[in-house]
């Protein structure tokens, strides 16, 4: 199983950029589907987006297409989340995630293996 712990989040101004850092656990972590969700404050838990276990596909919520990227770095067993352009709307507390099984293409909801503590992130207008 892959643990994960988050890292990155902090206050940025809208327009601003940062880059989330889920460092993870686990001798298999190559083998396993990544991804990162928000919750912002009365809002329920959303999808951002994940990484297929190869790194071979990505997928991205709508709200953050062409503003986010998703990468892995399986060497140093860490997937990253660069945010670029941020708005106000972008605030809450992100949650890294692994998959419950290996060799996902995809994360979503019911795929979560094990959740990070979550870091988060203000944005400023």
């Known amino acids: 199983q892959v643990q994960v712990v988050e890292s990155g989040g902090g206050l940025v101004q809208a327009g601003g950029s940062l880059r989330l850092s889920c460092a993870a656990s686990?001798?298999?972590?190559?083998?396993?589907?990544m991804g990162w969700f928000r919750q912002a404050p009365g809002k329920e838990r959303e999808f951002v987006a994940s990484?297929?276990?190869?790194?071979?596909?990505?997928y991205y919520a709508d709200p953050v297409k062409g503003r986010f990227t998703i990468s892995r770095d399986n060497a140093k067993n860490m997937v990253t989340l660069q945010m670029n352009s941020l708005n106000p709307e972008d605030t809450a507390l992100y949650y890294c995630?692994?998959?419950?099984?290996?060799?996902?293409?995809?994360?979503?909801?019911?795929?979560?293996?094990?959740w990070g503590q979550g870091t988060q992130v203000t944005v400023s207008s």
């Open positions: 686990g001798r298999t972590f190559s083998v396993y589907a």
């Open positions: 995630a692994s998959d419950r099984a290996p060799y996902g293409l995809r994360l979503t909801n019911a795929d979560i293996g094990s």
């Open positions: 990484i297929s276990w190869s790194g071979g596909s990505t």
